[in-house]
């Protein structure tokens, strides 16, 4: 791969595989959005801050909700404040400028330096969202009415896009993405992970919570399975009880910080009273 692909190699606090730096490098050089999908806690967020801490970039995070419309990325006129200064005096309401306030694909655009723009959970919006993203996306522009004036990308920024697959996204905008799934880490590159964050853990502790942990991920009705930041979690909570890594083979200490629902918990016991292993599901 040449130098010109070979910029992102993960960073010390984020395990990359070589398959998703290559679809890093590539969308950062193709100059193309990159759409991430995976399960919830397989690292889509981090791996955003990661780009950014690994080449030295601001990070800009638009965070979608339910009700999030594209045009709040792009800018917002403050009318109520417009119209509270009319009534009581306060600056020049003539210059509708004062109240126009850039969205964060806005502040990415009018950055004076590339930086990195997450646009974090696209599927959380309605259909219409991504569509209504793409002449700014493939432009890195856009015009405000109010003021005629047209934002334009200074450097343009690198675009991270990560969705939990809730929702199926438009073909059109699928066209114009680099896409990569993240899987779900096995053991071996679980360890890995995990020893990034905890690098003197117990190696008999791990191995035991590893094995556990993949059997509860493994068990059949499980309506959530817990993800590598509940691995984290409950690695931490073990080693500051000081848990010993015998008493794991038996039982699961803390399984709250793994199962997040009731009706997974109730799947648990139901299996223990029973005397069940969870391999044995």
Known sequence: MSDQFSKFKGSADYVASPELQNAVNVAI?????????????????MLARSIAGALRKEIIIWNIKSTTKAQDGLYI?????????????????????RYIRLGNLGEAFNAEKQVVLLIDEIDKADLEFPNDLLWELDLM????????????????????????????????????CIFHYIEFPGEDKMAEIVKVHYPDIESALLRQAMERFYEIRAMKGIQKRPSTSELLNWLQALVLAGIDPARIKEDIPFIGVLLKKNQDIDVFRDIREKGYSTRTW
């Not at 675009?159 to 699928?174: G, H, Q, R, W, Y």
């Open 29 to 45: 050089a193709l100059e193309k959005p990159l759409l991430i999908k995976g399960e919830p806690g397989t690292g889509k967020t």
């Open 77 to 97: 006129y403050d009318t109520v404040q417009r119209l509270y200064d009319s009534q009581f005096g306060e600056g020049d309401v003539r210059d509708i400028g």
């Open 141 to 176: 522009e856009f015009f405000i009415p109010e003021t005629r004036v047209t934002v334009r990308a200074k450097e343009r920024p690198i675009v991270i896009i990560t969705s939990n697959a809730e929702k199926e996204l438009p073909d059109a905008f699928l066209r114009r």
